[in-house]
């Protein structure tokens, strides 16, 4: 397929990716993160990139060991080897040392080499592990897709076991996540969403493999990411699971979350002039994964905007990208989307774009046993005495009196204003009325003489 570029640049070629996960398996019937790259054709890169690589290694240096080029570009030492051969035939490297061990080799650059190195540097600073192809990567994804996962009501009451919340609402996201669909959390400000929602990649069974970085049309796209992606410790889990092909790295499967600063810049892939390669969006990181919105509504962006940029993804599963070059390739949007959102969910786009959200879900006030069990738990956390009898001033004097709900974010707030306090004054570790009244005061912004003080200050202009 070929494809314009807005910008009216010379059409260019669409980079191919497998119609079917059958078809790709027919093609590849051993995963390409499990097969040790022997050559340099094995690793599905072209010999300029791979010899680019190289060369920034080693001009980091000046001159760089075996050992040394194995452990940056995650290759093994034949595919090295044969680059590096390459490398000193065009008079760029040279052999400075070679030891008894096959290992205990050191190249040097020479002048013309430190000259091509030097410009494989401006025009892309990228030092790190050799890309796989995208369409290994695209493989990978179909084959540990999020839709072929299921979770069973056991597996929900296994991993929210110490969480407090409605039995119902449990079940309702396991039911929510076995659709693969859309989920959206809506309620209060304060009721657990946002908690809720950080601890859904906790359902998340098994582990993906994550490439450090694909390349496309020749440009570098870093996948990879430790604030994103959890490494599996290499003493989890069989040999056989672990990759062979260190390009790869078997990681849980991702949670990302993105508030209010997301920006519609942010969805699409982002180039950095200064370094010369690009960066995945957050909901291309979560591949695999769980995405969370949280905050809808908050964002620099309008709603609707937002909204729009994830209509074809939902419908067809799969998200376009733009290179500065003007290439558009395609990358499967398989990602369970969270929105977590205060607003009214009629308020935030129309019929057609609400049917394709499978699931909404309302997280609200807690029953009255649930709150004093969410009470109950932060005081013994924060080694709080004599909670049980104060409880009863707070639910009656406090929440009755102001009609404030019954929200799960207040106990440990409020409680950790009385911990504060007694650390404070020097007092005993306990919860009185008083010390839960002061609290709520300083929390709610409640005080006797707040309206009157306010009116003086009004009149006084």
């Known amino acids: 397929m070929i494809e314009r570029s807005e910008t009216g640049q010379a059409p260019r070629m669409l980079e191919p990716v497998p119609s079917s996960r059958a078809e790709g398996a027919r093609r590849e019937p051993t995963a390409p993160w499990h097969i040790i790259p022997r050559t340099v054709a094995e690793t599905g890169l072209d010999i300029a990139l791979l010899l680019s690589l190289l060369m920034k290694v080693a001009y980091l240096h000046r001159s760089a060991t075996l050992v040394m080029l194995m452990d940056t570009l995650k290759l093994p030492a034949m595919v090295i080897n044969e680059v590096a051969a390459y490398a000193v035939r065009e008079r760029m490297l040279e052999v400075a040392h070679r030891g008894a061990n096959d290992l205990d080799v050191r ?9 091509r190195a030097a410009e494989f540097t401006a025009r892309c600073s990228y030092v790190g592990a050799a890309p796989v192809t995208l369409e290994s990567y695209v493989t990978a994804i179909e084959r540990h897709s999020i839709q072929l996962t299921a979770v069973s ?82 003493d989890d889990g069989p040999i056989a699971r672990r990759p062979l092909d260190r390009r790869w790295l078997m990681c849980h ?52 905007e937002l909204l729009n940029r994830w209509i074809v993804p939902l419908d067809r599963r799969v998200d376009m990208f733009s290179l500065r070059n003007g290439v558009r390739f395609s990358v499967p949007f398989d990602v369970w989307p969270v ?81 504060s306090a007694v650390q404070y004054n020097g007092s005993a570790p306990e919860v009185s009325d008083e010390a839960l009244r002061r609290a709520w005061q300083i929390y709610f912004c409640t005080h006797a003489d707040f309206g009157k003080t306010d009116s003086l200050h009004a009149d006084k202009g």
């Open 253 to 304: 499967r991702p949670a990302v979350l993105s508030g209010g600063e997301l920006t519609l810049e942010m969805l699409e892939l982002r180039y950095d002039s200064a370094t010369g390669f690009y960066q995945a969006p957050p909901h291309m990181k979560a591949n695999n994964g769980i995405y969370i919105v949280d905050d809808l509504g908050r964002q620099q962006v309008g709603v609707s």
């Open 339 to 419: 929105f977590s959102t205060n607003l009214e969910p009629g308020h935030l786009g129309d019929d057609a774009f609400l049917r394709r959200l499978g699931s909404k879900l309302y997280v609200g006030p807690l029953p009255v046993d649930l709150y004093r069990e969410v009470y109950l738990r932060a005081a013994d956390d924060l080694g709080l005495q004599n909670a049980t009898a104060a409880f009863d001033y707070l639910r009656d004097a406090l929440h009755g009196a102001s009609g404030k709900p019954l929200l799960a974010c207040i106990p440990r707030d409020l409680l950790r204003l009385v911990a």
């Open 153 to 234: 009501k056991a597996d929900v009451t296994g991993v929210f076991s110490k969480f407090v919340m409605p039995p119902d609402l449990l079940d309702d996201v396991g039911v929510a996540l076995n659709t693969s669909r859309a989920l959206m959390l809506y309620g209060p400000a304060g009721g657990g969403k946002t908690y809720l929602a950080q601890h859904l990649g906790m359902l998340l069974p098994g582990t993906v493999p994550v490439p450090h970085a694909i390349t496309v049309a020749g440009e570098i796209i870093q996948i990879y990411d430790p604030l994103v992606h959890v490494a599996e410790d290499d």
């Open 107 to 115: 190249f040097h650059l020479t002048d013309a080499g430190y000259t």
